[in-house]
């Protein structure tokens, strides 16, 4: 993996989000492992603006990488094993090098995963130590596993002497998380975490893999409201929308084969062959239909600077999220009700997987600290739930600190 050395999200990072920083990760490293100056990788969490459940139908996603992650050092060691040291859980996992095991649920799945995805795709990693420390907020929606598992790569392709193009290092991860931990993710976090940049937000076509950077404005913030509820990619609901959207993309495809995906299919086909297919799978299938139309749409108003149609078009991506693909929740709805008309708001909506986890709000970085204690009082005022709001930059994709 390609890495660049500057430590500017690292800093914010420790700064603004967290409370481990670089330097104390290494001196845990130092006293556990013996290693002064290990080398340290950080990758991103992300948020996403817009296009929820496009990626695996072969869609387009508008994410950006937050300033909330994980860092992991590592140093060689001469046993044949592999010793993780999670400074979030205090607590050591070690494996033989030579006997892997199998996934138990539990933190070390993810980067024991990458070392797996890695040695099947005939990366050889040698025997190594790693400190692990992360402050993406877990079952959130922000993607912590895949910053985790990015981290994980970076870290181990570099012990290894091994530069692979970050679309490939995704991949691999999204690899571990599908077939070692057993989660049916798509592709969105991974390539977000290995490829975002500091203050763009990224469209991927998440079929060729090709994507271009869309700039956020100076005068913009990334307001996440956390609405408490545990998300989880692994939870049944997220696997039943997969199935769903899989069973409608097959009658389309039985009258149109060119329709692989549900990617290639258009509004249009959806209209006449529609009434074939369950009333929930055809709305499953219409909200990603449109959804992808709507993201590439934001990509192009954000490049443009139309800030109006962006706050539209997440507006309608919340309400096609709530009631075609029924993935939003009560608490997600109130907290994007409550964002309506608060001081300098472009647009609201839930962000990631669903089923709870945090609202993205796009917000005018002078009005965002007021924009965030209003909301945070509207929300506990309809919920009883005390919210957290993390006020979020788009940052720089996985690389050396
Ligand atoms: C989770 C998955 C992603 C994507 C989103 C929904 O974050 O990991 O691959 O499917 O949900 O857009």
Redesign the pocket.
């Known amino acids: 993996m390609k890495t660049d050395t500057s430590s500017q999200a690292a800093s914010v990072l420790a700064s603004e989000n967290g409370t481990m920083n670089v330097r104390l990760l290494r001196e845990v490293h130092s006293k556990r492992f013996g290693q002064s100056d290990a080398p340290a990788f950080l990758a991103p969490g992300r948020v996403?603006l817009i296009?929820?459940?496009?990626?695996?139908a072969g869609g387009f996603?508008l994410p950006a990488a937050i300033d909330f992650g994980t860092i992991a050092t590592i140093s060689p060691r001469k046993d044949n094993c592999i010793e993780l040291w999670s400074q979030n859980f205090s607590e050591s996992v070690t494996v033989s090098n030579a006997d892997f095991p199998q996934a138990r649920h539990h933190w070390s799945d993810y980067p024991l995963g990458v070392i797996w995805s890695l040695r099947e795709a005939g990366v050889e990693i040698p025997p190594f130590s790693m400190c692990l420390w992360g402050n993406v907020p877990v079952a959130a929606?922000l993607?912590s596993s895949?910053s985790l598992e990015v981290a994980t790569a970076a870290a181990t392709l570099h012990l290894a002497g091994r530069d692979i193009p970050r679309s490939e290092v995704a991949l691999l991860c999204q690899r571990a998380e599908n077939v070692y931990v057993g989660s049916s993710?798509?592709?969105?976090?991974q390539f977000i975490a290995a490829n975002g940049a500091e203050d763009h937000a990224l469209l991927l076509d998440c079929r060729s893999l090709q994507f271009r950077l869309a700039p956020i404005p100076h005068h913009i913030s990334l307001v996440i409201a956390n609405t408490m509820v545990k998300h989880s990619?692994a939870g049944g609901e997220?696997g039943n929308r997969r199935a769903e959207v899989e069973e409608g993309t097959a009658i389309l495809r039985s009258h149109r084969p060119e329709i692989q995906l549900l990617r290639d299919a258009t509004p249009e086909d959806l209209a006449r062959w529609g009434h074939e297919m369950p009333d929930k799978v055809m709305r499953r299938c219409r909200h990603i239909i449109t959804e992808n139309l709507r993201t590439v749409a934001a990509a192009d108003a954000l490049q443009s600077g139309d800030l109006k149609k962006l706050g539209r078009l997440m507006a309608e991506a919340h309400a096609s999220y709530r009631d075609d693909f029924e993935a939003s929740c009560r608490e997600a709805d109130i907290m994007v009700d409550a964002a309506q008309g608060l001081p300098g708001l472009v647009g609201a909506r839930l962000t990631?997987?669903?089923f709870g986890g945090c609202t993205v709000n796009l917000v005018e970085s002078g009005q965002a600290e007021q924009f965030s204690a209003l909301l945070r009082d509207k929300y506990k005022a309809a919920t009883g739930i005390e919210a957290d709001i993390y006020r979020c930059h788009a940052s720089a994709a996985a690389h050396e600190v």
């Open positions: 996403n296009g929820e459940h496009t990626d695996y996603v929606g993607s895949a993710c798509g592709i969105m976090d990619v997220y990631g997987g669903g």
